[in-house]
């Protein structure tokens, strides 16, 4: 089935937006060996989805292969039907970017590694390499499929190491080999259908000059092919193989050079590997054949595993009428994702028919060479095979002696035979050197997410045999491409039927393929190495993968991904890998280590040859005196914070950022949702002398402010603030409004002194002058006030003035107090304090509101000190409070009477406190307000 998926999906367990009707038409998947793979279809636009359907989208498809996800890249519509075109996602590698990395000396794996590492920016693709040849590759300003797969370019992975190209949705593989001969033989009149020939007869090389590092040649000068004979004439060829060097004259204590004759050996075996494996002793050829694959036909459909063809496959074509009887490798394929078959395939060189059939050593030869084939595709299959041989050679040896018997009256036949067995015994035992000498492929990496793959793998069929058991995909094992099988040798996964390969496999005699060690990939050739030449340093324990030195474990990488580290004596220094949070069983990867250790990022210093540590955990006092977290380079934490908060808080409540303003200017900032204090540190108690917090900034130490203190924003000291002047020792207050001055007294806060132009000072109470004189002032002006009563000796003064009643009037009069000013609400709401001197009369007092906007606006708090406005949305007011102040009843008997001086709203109370100076208490900390715990 073909599903939609949205463009950032990453779980595909499931069917994504939905899955595209049967009216998909023209389906076509092609590929090509190391080229395009490309995917497209037509698809009503009005069928489920096909709305859905849009620029970036992923769509999986079914392939030759598997599920396979394409990236939608050009979906146009045309009369109701809409033509999309993607690429496989692959192809998503091309916006990422390789700055500059230079590969030295690594193998596939390696460099594929390296490349990944040199990435822009992190990618999801995994990639893997079996190629063990070691080369360098310098990749600068070019995008990842550039570097793998640009052939253009000298220095891209194809040029340097080769092999062939595997995409599995996000898992890259390039190859030594990507496919097998499966025996599958195309013949017409049965399911061949067409085909069209090319061969390049002037490609082929029939015998080869190899020349080593510093042109170290053979004493014999060539390799010779055996099919040398089959051309007009010898075609030769020189090939260098720098890594051949020869321990002699000025490089015979070079650590990677080899005694001469060992050298001699290597440059035969790396030659006869170029005809043998590579075949360039065949002619380039290609062939496009069109067939109907057996294993999609009624006829043969319980023989799909016989006839299923691959990518990278070796097929036999036979055409009798004409002559043709090829075998060739899989190099394209169109496919049809809808009826699942291929539409056509397209061989490329490997073979033509130059064997001769004229007698059975032949044929045994050829089984060799296949042989030799299939060890550089890889050495477990190649372990098996070679088993197999060798029960055919036994049968074939026992059958020998009734060949001689029959041959005894031949033109001496029997000699030509069995000087043939022995070549082909040769051969075996080069197999088998060729074997030890090689040590195993690199396996592919561990397929990840194997638990969802597990929890979705439903529709499985399980057949039980007395000596196996069976899960398949279909209930025939004949047309079953997945499958498990389990029998006395062992446990394996086959993805191409129950004949295999089995790519994932557990095997009596303690072999294991790579697949399943899920902490990372592993050369097998390393290990094979370390196995022969330590003998039991290296061991597989039930507690994981141990490193022993001496005797005594000095690492081990366990069954839960960890890789632990041991001391001399075994004791354990630290670990690193999996690990869960016991708080929340969250998982993830970590570096550990035990108490009294340390972990270092460290440098090599070249002119000492020692590590230098750059960034410390230190848990040990003898290091540095103390523990801690040491860093000896500068850290850079760019665009980021650096957060200080108890992550049990769930938020970020203290950190240190750097800012950028307005003016684009960067400031570093110390943030708090509760307040900043400045702490010293002293007798091992830490105290803090100045601090802030959302109300207030503060300080219990001298504050030194040489240029004075502004208190209003952008402005300077004389629109408010105070400033010193150290020439003369004066201070200047200065302000461009009001300034008061205020007295605080229990829960009351009064009014004295306020100043509010530049020639008046108004007293809200009694200026007590101490005996002291007022001089140089107007007295009538300055001290006038027609409601108090004045001393006699003022006579300029005005009489106070009496309030006058008729008789019997009852006196309920009040006193209305006014205040008008504006304001805005913010984020909807705003408080607004009252005037100093409607302060702490009343609540009951009145607001009155008039808005300059849309929107429904009201009081909802008024206290003595202040009241709220709240509103539906930000809007800006005026507004008017009023107090009222009831007179009290007043009942006289006279005519006419003076009542007392009337009741005011500023009348007061006050109480004069006389501080001594004995009173001042001497703080010898002048005032810390916090003890901290160290």
Known sequence: MIKLYKPDETDFLHNGIGILSDAVHEATVQEDLNGVYVLSFKYPLFSPHGLDIK????IQVPTPDGDQLFRVANPSASMGILSVFCYHVFYDLIDNFIEDTNIVGKTGIGALTQLKGALQYPSKFDFFSDIGKLNNARLVRMNPIEAMLD??????????????????????????KRGRDRGVVIQHKKDLLGYEASVDWQSPITKIMPIGFDGLLLPEKYVISANVDKYINPKIKTVAFENVKAAIGEYADDEDAI????????????????FELDRVDQPLASYKVSFQELSQTEEYKNFAVLQSVYMGDTVTVQHDEDGIYIQAKVISYKYDPVKERYIDITLGNFKDSFTSKTNK????????LNITTDINVGLSEADKRLNELKDGLDTTNGNLNTTNSNLNNTNGKVNDLETGLDTANGRIDGVINDMSQLGSNLLEQAREDATDLINSGFGSYVRVYPDRILIMDTNNEMTAKKVWQWN????????????GPYGVAITKDGSIVADFITTGKLNTGMIRTGFNEYGNNIVMMPEGLQSLVNGIKRMELNNLGQLMIYDADGSKIGSMGYQFRVTDDSKGVTMNIEPNRFLSFSVLDPSTQLYSPHFEVVDTATTYGFKGIFAWRDMWINKNRLILSDTSAGKMGNFLQELVY????????????????????????????????????????????????????????????????PANNTLTISNEGTTRFLYKDGDYTYLLLEMNSWNKITSRVTLDMDKNRIINAYISSTLSNDNAPQPASFARMAAPKPVEKEMYASMNSSEVFTHIGNDATVDGKVRIDLPIFFQNETDAYHVFISKYGRGDIWVSE?????????????????????????EPVMETFALRSTTKRKSSIFDRKYRHNVIEEDDFEVNTNEGGIKQYEN
Do not use: C, H
């Open 151 to 176: 052939t253009g370019k000298d220095n891209s992975f194809l040029n340097r190491w080769g092999g062939e190209l595997k995409r599995d949705n996000f898992n890259v593989s390039i190859l030594e």
């Open 361 to 368: 050593i032949d044929k045994i030869q050829d089984d060799v």
């Open 488 to 499: 006395v040798n062992g446990l394996g996964y086959s993805s191409t039927g129950v004949n």
């Open 55 to 58: 620029g970036q989208s992923l």
């Open 662 to 725: 307005p003016d684009n200017t960067k400031r570093l900032a110390m943030i708090s949702d509760t307040g900043i204090d400045f702490v010293i540190r002293e007798n091992n108690s830490n105290t803090a002398w100045a601090g802030m917090n959302k109300y207030q900034f503060y300080t219990y130490k001298t504050l030194f402010a040489n240029n004075g203190i502004v208190l209003k924003a952008g402005g300077t000291f004389l629109s408010g603030g105070m400033r010193i002047d």
């Open 259 to 274: 005694p001469l004759e060992d050298a001699y050996e290597l440059l035969r075996q790396k030659a006869r590997a170029m």
């Open 862 to 886: 008024r206290t003595e000190q202040y009241f709220i406005v709240e509103s539906e949305n930000d809007i800006e007011f005026s507004y008017e409070i009023k107090i009222v102040k009831q």
